[in-house]
């Protein structure tokens, strides 16, 4: 199948559940990302700064790009005029940064913060813990050039269904609980990022709101340096 019916085929599924696909490019060239682009797909998630400032300069300027993979504060400054959301936000001291960087580029920049719910060691993201104790700080309170919109979270590879439901039922209803407590007043605070190819339905069956979903639209990532492609 194409791109273009890939998409279309993920579409019936995102409508009927009302969650938004983020097409997950990396590694991908970028004769790919028009491919979907022109099939009407309109925001794109890439994992590494310098891939995704390539990218952005060979590419439409009204693409929605997501930064979804583990970000440097000392590679903020490149992303912050452009990026739309922040999906791997996983310390006060990054979003702290992007914080100036955004105020720098006269912007508020939309992040969310990446909770750690797998049961692998390897997986970036706060515990609930720490995000509550991040929410509290009188630090995060000061921010003004960044709004969190939700969470985002990577469930464990594995084949078991099982497992991967009660992970995402867990960070859901802990986002339930969160836009109780600290966001009452903000409807603002209204994504949760959850699912890739191998588990999205299983995401969307537990009240996600994104999906993030590469090999499924672009088909398989064979070779890792997307240059090489
Ligand atoms: C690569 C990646 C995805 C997409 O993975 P697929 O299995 O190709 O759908 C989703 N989320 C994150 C954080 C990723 O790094």
């Known amino acids: 199948m194409s791109i273009a019916d890939n998409l279309k085929e993920l579409k019936k599924e995102t409508d009927q559940y009302n969650v938004t696909l983020v097409a997950v490019s990396k590694t991908k060239p970028v004769e790919d990302i028009q491919e979907a682009y022109d099939a009407g797909q309109r925001i794109f998630g890439e994992n590494q700064v310098q891939e995704l400032m390539e990218k952005y300069d060979k590419l439409p300027t009204d693409i929605e790009w997501h930064l979804i993979g583990h970000l440097q504060t000392n590679k903020v400054k490149y992303i912050a005029p452009f990026i739309s959301m922040i999906q791997s936000v996983d310390s006060l001291k990054l979003l702290q940064e992007i914080n100036k960087q955004a105020e720098k580029n006269k912007r508020v920049i939309d992040c969310l913060l990446q909770v750690y719910i797998a049961d692998e060691e390897t997986k970036y993201g706060l515990s609930f813990d720490e995000v509550i104790e991040l929410l509290r700080s009188p630090e995060y309170l000061e921010l003004k050039n960044i709004r969190i919109r939700g969470l ?78």
Do not use: P
Request: aromatic share 12%; proline share 0%; net charge negative.
């Open 152 to 229: 985002m979270g990577i469930a464990t590879n594995t084949d078991n269904e099982k497992q991967i439901k009660e992970e995402f039922y867990e960070l859901d209803t802990f986002f339930d609980g969160l836009t109780q407590s600290f966001f009452r007043k903000d409807d603002s605070f209204d994504e949760l990022s959850m699912g890739m190819s191998s588990d999205y339905k299983i995401a969307m069956e537990q009240g996600c709101t994104m999906i993030r979903v590469g090999s499924t639209v672009f088909g398989k990532r064979v070779i890792k340096h997307w240059k090489n492609n």
